[in-house]
């Protein structure tokens, strides 16, 4: 009976495992490598140079650059798209006008979600043009009209060096923040409302709920939420490619430049797949360490209920 169990399980694994291991552990393995290879991308020679990629990478100023400018993201966009959705689930779920001490969000909550969630179903080309004549250096500009009619003069949002990379990561956080509320909706939900009540009962503050109540009670999706948004400030090519100046370089003078990017950029246009590669490698392994830093720092006694 047991054997055929086993027999069973190996059967049902067998498939999975082989598809995984084809096409996401070979593609990685190939990676590595590619990645001590000097090959262009488009010709089948391939020439073994060690790690001279990677010494070139270590000396390479852009890529210091694009690794700055992801690692500055990894630290500003949970912060916010984070913090800004768990405040908006707080207010959707248990921070209404109490009635009986029963627990329920502000009015209208239902159709918040909508409008939150709304900028998450567009594709990042679309945000990207969007917000492209949103930041127009124009008058014509949404943004720069507005700043008109208080009598500031136009500003070249995405033009400049000091406003470009900012103004990205403003847009990053608009994107984001719909599917954190969604996430920490359904987070809340499962709570007791008794919980919720008991507290409202005893005279606990608004403030003093969110603390002791909610966010331990849903610290594990907090952790989780973290890693993935940790992982995606380490990639934004796309939106970084559709709104940087001078057609997706990254630009002004890279100030928009980050890894995914600049590895697109140098297999792409340059034609060094074997140094692109090297690039992914180094992308791949501080992917790994943000997401153990984050994991081991954020660990915190679960709390059951």
């Known amino acids: 009976?047991?054997?055929?169990?086993y027999r069973f399980i190996v059967g049902a694994l067998a498939g999975p495992i082989v598809l995984y291991a084809v096409l996401v552990l070979w593609p990685y393995l190939q990676s590595f490598y590619v990645s001590l290879t000097d090959w262009s991308g488009y010709t089948s020679e391939r020439r073994l140079i060690g790690l001279a990629n990677y010494e070139r990478l270590l000396k390479d100023p852009v890529f210091w650059i694009s690794l700055r400018h992801n690692l500055l993201a990894a630290v500003?966009?949970?912060v916010f798209s984070i913090g800004l959705g768990l405040f908006f689930a707080t207010m959707l779920n248990v921070a209404g006008r109490a009635k009986k001490a029963a627990v329920q969000g502000v009015r209208g909550a239902s159709f918040y979600r909508i409008v939150y969630f709304f900028p998450h179903l567009l594709s990042i080309a679309?945000?990207?043009?969007?917000w492209s004549f949103v930041y127009?250096?124009?008058g014509?500009?949404?943004l720069n009209g507005f700043l008109g009619l208080i009598g500031i003069d136009p500003v070249n949002w995405l033009g400049s060096t000091r406003t470009a990379y900012w103004a990205i990561l403003a847009v990053i956080v608009w994107v984001s923040v719909g599917f954190y509320v969604l996430v920490f909706t359904a987070a809340i939900g499962s709570i007791p409302p008794?919980?919720?009540?008991?507290?409202?009962?005893?005279?606990?503050?608004?403030w003093r709920i969110f603390w002791r109540i909610t966010v331990p009670l849903i610290w594990d999706t907090v952790q989780v939420a973290l890693v993935y948004a940790g992982i995606n400030a380490l990639d934004m090519f796309a939106i970084v490619n559709v709104m940087s100046a001078a057609g997706g370089?990254?630009?002004?003078n890279n100030s928009t430049q980050v890894l995914g990017n600049y590895i697109y950029l140098t297999a792409f246009e340059?034609?060094?797949?074997?140094?692109?590669?090297?690039?992914?490698?180094?992308?791949?392994?501080?992917?790994?360490?943000?997401a153990v830093i984050t994991l081991r720092f954020m660990r915190r006694d679960r709390v059951v209920y």
């Open 1 to 5: 009976m047991r054997q055929g169990r």
């Open 76 to 78: 500003v966009l949970p």
């Open 126 to 130: 679309v945000i990207g043009v969007l």
């Open 136 to 138: 127009d250096p124009t």
């Open 140 to 142: 014509n500009g949404l």
């Open 194 to 206: 008794d919980m919720y009540e008991a507290a409202m009962l005893d005279g606990a503050s608004r």
């Open 249 to 252: 370089s990254g630009g002004p």
């Open 270 to 290: 340059h034609g060094r797949f074997g140094y692109a590669t090297a690039l992914g490698v180094a992308l791949f392994v501080v992917t790994i360490v943000l």
